[in-house]
């Protein structure tokens, strides 16, 4: 399974665009690259999902450059209700996923 | 929550007894995993399904067993309760659409203290 290494804290303030930064030099060819986020005392909530280049939702959008050895999350003008822990998580769709610790997003009014 | 519903939401039980969270789902969705989470850990695999009676370790199985007798069924045992088990647990399902992506969608989590 490919490790990933992300920043455990960010501060921002609201209105901000967020990236989030996710390593994962050992990525395999057939990782996907998911984003999960959790509010407390919830169960993780998934946001997007990539493989390469660029993908955007509702939500948010992924950046995956062409080595795919790390990933941008990027969420746009986040407010109060973004604060949470944010997942990376790198693998092979077929088995079972790790999360690590995650990043703890906290935005300030 | 992904037509999944977790059972007990709470419990408080003392050292050395068993207990059996339940976590159902209405999606059918062939993989099923349990997981806990304690503060600077993050979510730890406990065990997973893929399938009815197909089960396999996670990374933190030790004092755990489960069972899956029917799809949409899948139980956590902890076979003698002791107080490092103290967790909020998660259950997790997945279509796991092989190669082209798969989404994991969570409960609401079963906190079990144990005394």
């Known amino acids: 399974l490919a490790k990933t290494t992300q920043p455990i804290s960010m501060d921002s303030y609201e209105g901000q665009e967020v990236n989030i930064t996710c390593s994962h030099n050992n990525i395999a060819t057939n990782d996907y690259i998911t984003w999960y986020q959790q509010f407390p005392s919830q169960g993780p909530r998934f946001i997007i999902q990539?493989?390469?280049t660029k993908v955007t939702n509702e939500v948010a959008s992924l950046f995956i450059p062409a080595d795919r050895k790390s990933s941008t999350l990027s969420l746009p003008r986040v407010s109060l209700s973004d604060t949470a822990v944010y997942y990376c998580?790198?693998?092979?769709?077929?088995?079972?996923?790790?999360f690590g610790k995650g990043t703890r997003l906290s935005v300030i009014a | 929550d992904a037509g999944i519903t977790q059972s007990p939401r709470h419990k408080v039980t003392e050292t050395g007894t068993p207990v059996t969270l339940r976590c159902h789902q209405t999606?059918?969705?062939?993989?099923m995993y349990w997981y806990r989470q304690d503060p600077g850990h993050g979510l730890r695999l406990i065990h997973y399904?893929?399938?009815?009676?197909?089960?396999d370790k996670g990374e933190v199985s030790d004092g755990y067993s489960v069972s899956r007798s029917k799809t949409e069924d899948f139980l956590l045992t902890l076979e003698s309760a002791t107080s490092s088990q103290t967790s909020v647990y998660f259950c997790?399902?997945?279509?796991?659409?092989?190669?082209?992506?798969?989404?994991?969608?969570f409960g609401a989590g079963t906190r079990l203290s144990v005394l």
């Open positions: 997790a399902i997945s279509e796991n659409k092989g190669v082209s992506g798969s989404i994991q969608y």
């Open positions: 999606e059918n969705h062939r993989y």
């Open positions: 998580l790198v693998g092979d769709p077929r088995t079972p996923l790790v």
């Open positions: 990539g493989y390469k």
């Open positions: 399904s893929y399938g009815v009676k197909d089960t």
